[in-house]
């Protein structure tokens, strides 16, 4: 009989032992979930200031065409006849 105690005693530890570490493991997978949240958002924002700073480039890159840089003079070309196009079919839409 004293050995089914001492088993049943052992089962006992060796569960406690179990679940202290799963709610360790439960502590830090939430840790690791908000770490990725956070991590998440920041490359979201920085994704954004890319596209934000390719925009600009962009931008710059059309206004020294227009300024009469050699380099691309077709590029600034084929921009202009391409906003004159969006801009009629603007108008297009607005007449009707």
Do not use: F, P
Not at 21 to 36: D, R
Not at 57 to 68: E, F, Q, R, V
Not at 73 to 87: C, G, P, S, V
């Amino acid at each position: 009989m004293s050995e089914l105690v001492g088993i049943v005693d052992s089962l006992e530890n060796k569960v406690s032992k179990l679940l202290h570490k799963m709610e360790l493991l439960h502590q830090v997978n939430a840790k690791l979930e908000k770490e990725l949240d956070a991590l998440k958002a920041e490359n979201n924002s920085k994704l954004q200031a890319l596209a934000d700073w390719e925009e600009k480039y962009n931008s710059l890159k059309m206004a020294n065409t227009m300024l009469g840089s050699d380099t691309s003079k077709t590029e600034a070309k084929l921009k202009i006849n391409t906003l004159i196009r969006e801009l009629d079919v603007c108008i297009a839409k607005l007449a009707d």
